[in-house]
């Protein structure tokens, strides 16, 4: 067998892992998101409707097919939460074979982490931020006039406000990763502190109502976790750029 067939064979076996774990990972979600669908659906969409059930405000149905497509959305996002173990796992698996055993470790306590921080990450904007959201579009900057939500503008709405913030607890992981492979270093994520906070505030200013104390409050915990994913930085810092910075005499 030549070089070019291994190789060649290598490729395809690849390949294959990836297809098999992109189709389970498919799977996986398409199961999730029908057994939401048939279970948890109606609870589901009652805790997405409370934030806009406590302003006074009733959505309304405007197309015949909105209220089946609205449940279907929920059902997916529903889905993502509960497939997100299941998808992670498939895309370890395929790079597990070229890790370590040590290494290995690290990835599946980087995983258990990265969906916590993701759920955490939802829950808190559901419970703090949502509310301050719907209050400062639907009340604050009506005008007086009376709202009158669309379901399916509503839901598309909450969605979009939850995952973003799943994400943007992420912060801590995607700074050990990107400091092992050595794109940012805990040295550059101090320096540029003050620009980041600086983001954070207006962030929080277009977040919340304009109100100083509910700034604050959306503001400081997007802060705390920028400290501590400079405080991971420094953890995550390869041995060799350690042993690189200069000793004190």
């Not at 990836?18 to 589901?44: E, G, M, N």
């Not at 939460?81 to 998808?87: K, N, Q, T, W």
């Not at 009340?139 to 006039?145: A, D, H």
């Not at 954070?200 to 409050?217: K, N």
């Given at each position: ?117 993701f ?5 808190f ?102 400290e ?22």
């Amino acid at each position: 067998m030549t070089k070019n067939t291994t190789q060649e064979m290598s490729v395809f076996n690849h390949l294959e892992e990836l297809r098999k774990s992109l189709l389970i990972s498919v799977l996986a979600l398409i199961f999730t998101t029908v057994l939401v669908y048939i279970f948890q659906l109606d609870t589901l969409l009652r805790t997405l409707m409370v934030p806009i059930e406590k302003l006074g405000i009733q959505p309304v149905i405007i197309g015949v097919t909105e209220g089946f497509f609205v449940r279907l959305k929920v059902a997916i996002f529903g889905g993502i939460i509960v497939a997100l173990p299941i998808i992670i796992w498939q895309v370890l698996r395929f790079v597990f074979p070229a890790l370590y055993s040590h290494e290995k470790r690290i990835v599946i306590l980087l995983m258990f982490s990265g969906v916590l921080l993701f759920i955490g990450g939802i829950i808190f904007s559901y419970m703090f931020v949502l509310d301050m959201a719907l209050r400062l579009m639907l009340i604050e900057f009506s005008g007086g006039l009376s709202p009158f939500v669309s379901f399916e503008k509503y839901l598309s709405f909450v969605i979009m406000m939850l995952l973003p913030f799943g994400l943007v607890f992420e912060t801590p992981i995607i700074a050990l990763v990107l400091t092992r492979v050595g794109i940012i270093t805990p040295a550059i994520m101090s320096k540029n502190r003050k620009f980041v906070i600086m983001i954070i505030f207006v962030l929080a200013a277009i977040l919340t109502p304009p109100d100083i104390i509910s700034q604050v409050f959306i503001a400081v915990p997007m802060f705390i976790l920028y400290e501590i994913s400079i405080f991971i930085s420094r953890i995550a810092l390869p041995k060799k750029e350690s042993n690189d910075l200069p000793i004190e005499k």
